[in-house]
């Protein structure tokens, strides 16, 4: 049972244009929310968080939006780069920090940014 | 500083073997974290050790365990393995009740079972 979604297994985009990476979760007790970044042979990197309190986090070219009452989050990547291409993953968590139960990942999402 | 590092990079055993993969945290951290990418879907949370001790589990088998050393160090042991074990497993530190944004992911180790 996946608990949190990423309906898109693949997305270009054009160099300059707007990313907008889309997340679903079904699980009501999750309350804070990332977003990855992966690359071939390395570990995922974090790229920006949410908590539940707000519906938008902004931090340079990436935004996240939260819809709580929709389970709905999306990235926005304003204007994408060559270097976006990666996959990127959605993970969701009950509580901000601390690691209990670990997060619970999403399958990703594979950007690719054309030039 | 480095980082969290994993080893080895890359193995491959066979069905039934056993296997040990080891991390080492990022300067700093206590806590280790275990996670399995299998191709084509999210990491899987398998454990979290702190304080040399299992904390918390995610929904994996008995044959999956750990342990953690005095230097925060882990391990990460698979007994019996199956071809379904074949996956990216990946180690993440933190510091213990650091927001998740704190916690940093190897590179991992590509596990191949044959």
């Known amino acids: 049972d996946q608990q949190v979604k990423q309906n898109s297994p693949s997305l270009s985009v054009q160099e300059g244009r707007i990313s907008i990476l889309n997340c679903d979760y079904t699980?009501?007790?999750?309350?804070?929310f990332l977003w990855y970044k992966k690359y071939p042979a390395e570990g995922p990197t974090f790229l920006i968080s949410i908590s539940s309190i707000k519906d938008k986090n902004e931090d340079g070219r990436f935004t996240v939006f939260l819809n709580k009452s929709a389970k709905h989050l999306s990235l926005h990547i304003v204007p994408s780069q060559p270097g976006d291409s990666a996959v990127y993953f959605c993970?969701?968590?009950?509580?901000?920090?601390?690691?209990?139960?670990?997060?619970?990942f999403g399958k990703g999402t594979h950007l690719i940014i054309q030039p | 500083d480095a980082g969290v590092t994993q080893s080895p990079t890359h193995l491959i055993k066979t069905r039934g073997q056993q296997v040990t993969l080891r991390c080492s945290p990022k300067?700093?951290?206590?806590?280790v974290s275990w996670y399995q990418q299998a191709l084509g879907q999210g990491p899987q949370f398998i454990f979290q050790y702190y304080e040399e001790e299992e904390r918390q589990r995610g929904n994996f088998p008995d044959r999956f365990s750990g342990h953690q050393f005095p230097n925060y160090s882990s391990e990460l042991n698979v007994n019996a393995l199956l071809l379904g074990d074949s996956a990216l497993y990946l180690c993440?530190?933190?510091?213990?009740?650091?927001?998740?944004?704190?916690?940093?992911f190897g590179p991992g180790t590509r596990l191949t079972v044959t």
């Open positions: 699980n009501s007790m999750f309350d804070y």
């Open positions: 993440a530190s933190s510091l213990k009740g650091a927001l998740w944004d704190e916690q940093y």
């Open positions: 300067s700093g951290h206590d806590t």
């Open positions: 993970a969701a968590s009950p509580y901000s920090g601390g690691g209990a139960d670990g997060l619970t």
